[in-house]
């Protein structure tokens, strides 16, 4: 009965959803790891309080949870909001409830199961908008490659005009060739976006990789760059030309945003990706996040949903093309990139990168 017991403990301590056990007087007398975590507080600090506070939308689920003492309904995923220890800062969350009974099947208490959905609806939100760019991609490099003869032609013809005209007519077609080299960038860019990836991947060191984008970025000297760099940081393995177009990129947009000047961070860490846990410790599988954050204009409501979307560009000079392409790149290594901003409050890039 004894190892029973233990062997049930540890059943509770691994599960990596929250798992909180409450009385039929809705107060918590068993949480597991998992739970402590989700809701940044300690064990104690759980014990034979209401359940119901760790909810925003409480009454909602007192009803759901009366029902269950009363009745033995159980619920599944319910979508609701969690509160974190400090009280203001609420998450989504899933939460199911099932009754648990004593010997005789009477209720006794309910089992709260809950998932944290946070990171998840972030990543949906972009994949949401990388599946466009797989189905415009198709389409626009298509276009590209037969757009680049014609434009060869009409650039090179705009030319020996030149040569052979008046200066007056210059003007004209100084525009013509102007404009011709504009359209043949962006196609490079979008063809460069569909070359397939060298499969040999090298170990990268990703301090070193942005010290390369940053020699560069730091002439103009308009931009102060603060580097937090985490000097444990694991080597990831990768295409170095292809992630560092990544990060210039994301550091060009940082810079751009700051019309004025300013300040850039750029901080690296260690991530744990998912957590594996038995009773006595924690096992993480690593990734590692690199974070760009300025302090520039910032991003609206309707550029945000439209990120990743190819050719969607708030700048006269831009093409729209870094941000789809940086994250094209990113997902080939089995990474994410998550983007945090408001207007006039800064930006903050995310990219999360796999080690091994
Ligand atoms: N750090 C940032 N701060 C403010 N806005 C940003 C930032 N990064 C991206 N954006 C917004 O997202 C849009 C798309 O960015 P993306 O890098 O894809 O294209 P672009 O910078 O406009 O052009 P390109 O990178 O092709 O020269 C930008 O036009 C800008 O409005
Ligand atoms: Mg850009």
């Given at each position: 009965?004894?190892?029973d017991n233990?062997f049930y403990?540890n059943?509770f301590a691994?599960i990596?959803?929250g798992?909180?056990?409450v009385?039929?007087?809705?107060?918590?007398?068993?949480?597991?790891?998992?739970?402590e975590?989700?809701?940044q507080?300690?064990?104690?600090?759980?014990?034979?309080k209401?359940?119901l506070?760790?909810?925003?939308?409480?009454?909602e689920?007192e009803?759901k949870?009366g029902?269950?003492?009363?009745?033995g309904?159980s619920?599944?995923?319910?979508?609701c909001?969690g509160?974190?220890k400090s009280?203001t800062?609420?998450?989504?969350?899933?939460?199911?409830i099932?009754?648990?009974?004593?010997?005789?099947n009477e209720?006794?208490?309910?089992?709260l199961?809950?998932?944290?959905?946070s990171?998840?609806?972030?990543?949906e939100?972009t994949a949401r908008q990388?599946?466009?760019i797989?189905?415009?991609?198709?389409?626009?490099?298509g276009?590209a490659?037969?757009?680049?003869?014609?434009?060869?032609a009409i650039s090179g013809s705009a030319?020996?005009?030149?040569?052979r005209?008046?200066?007056?007519?210059h003007e004209?077609?100084?525009v013509?060739?102007k404009?011709?080299?504009r359209?043949?960038?962006?196609?490079?860019r979008?063809l460069?976006?569909?070359?397939?990836?060298d499969?040999?991947?090298?170990?990268?060191n990703?301090h070193?990789?942005?010290?390369?984008?940053?020699?560069?970025?730091?002439k103009?000297g308009?931009?102060q760059?603060i580097?937090?760099?985490?000097?444990s940081l694991?080597p990831?393995?990768g295409?170095?030309?292809r992630?560092?177009?990544?990060?210039l990129?994301?550091?060009r947009?940082?810079?751009?945003?700051?019309?004025e000047?300013?300040i850039?961070?750029?901080?690296t860490?260690?991530?744990?990706?998912?957590t594996?846990k038995?009773?006595?410790?924690?096992v993480s599988?690593?990734?590692i996040?690199v974070?760009?954050?300025?302090?520039?204009?910032?991003i609206?409501e309707?550029t945000?949903?439209?990120?990743?979307?190819?050719f969607?560009t708030t700048?006269?000079?831009?093409?729209g093309?870094?941000?789809p392409?940086?994250?094209?790149?990113?997902?080939?290594h089995?990474?994410?990139i998550?983007?945090?901003?408001?207007?006039?409050?800064?930006t903050t890039v995310?990219v999360?990168?796999?080690?091994?």
């Amino acid at each position: 009965m004894a190892d029973d017991n233990l062997f049930y403990r540890n059943i509770f301590a691994s599960i990596l959803d929250g798992m909180i056990v409450v009385s039929g007087e809705r107060k918590m007398i068993q949480v597991n790891p998992a739970a402590e975590e989700m809701f940044q507080q300690s064990r104690e600090s759980f014990l034979h309080k209401s359940c119901l506070e760790l909810f925003a939308d409480s009454s909602e689920i007192e009803n759901k949870i009366g029902d269950t003492l009363a009745g033995g309904a159980s619920f599944h995923d319910i979508e609701c909001r969690g509160i974190r220890k400090s009280g203001t800062v609420t998450f989504p969350l899933s939460l199911s409830i099932s009754p648990f009974m004593n010997e005789d099947n009477e209720v006794q208490g309910a089992v709260l199961h809950t998932r944290d959905k946070s990171f998840i609806l972030d990543l949906e939100e972009t994949a949401r908008q990388s599946d466009q760019i797989s189905s415009l991609g198709i389409l626009s490099l298509g276009m590209a490659h037969e757009i680049k003869n014609p434009l060869v032609a009409i650039s090179g013809s705009a030319q020996l005009l030149r040569k052979r005209l008046p200066e007056e007519h210059h003007e004209f077609l100084d525009v013509v060739i102007k404009e011709a080299d504009r359209i043949n960038r962006m196609m490079d860019r979008m063809l460069d976006f569909a070359r397939p990836v060298d499969p040999k991947k090298q170990s990268i060191n990703i301090h070193q990789l942005i010290e390369e984008i940053l020699v560069l970025e730091k002439k103009s000297g308009r931009i102060q760059f603060i580097q937090n760099y985490d000097p444990s940081l694991p080597p990831i393995e990768g295409n170095e030309d292809r992630l560092k177009q990544v990060f210039l990129n994301l550091i060009r947009n940082a810079v751009e945003a700051m019309p004025e000047g300013g300040i850039i961070q750029i901080v690296t860490r260690i991530h744990s990706n998912y957590t594996v846990k038995t009773l006595q410790n924690l096992v993480s599988k690593q990734g590692i996040v690199v974070e760009i954050i300025d302090s520039g204009i910032g991003i609206n409501e309707a550029t945000m949903k439209n990120l990743f979307t190819p050719f969607h560009t708030t700048k006269s000079k831009g093409s729209g093309l870094g941000l789809p392409i940086s994250l094209k790149i990113v997902e080939d290594h089995r990474g994410k990139i998550k983007v945090i901003s408001k207007p006039n409050q800064g930006t903050t890039v995310q990219v999360f990168l796999p080690v091994g």
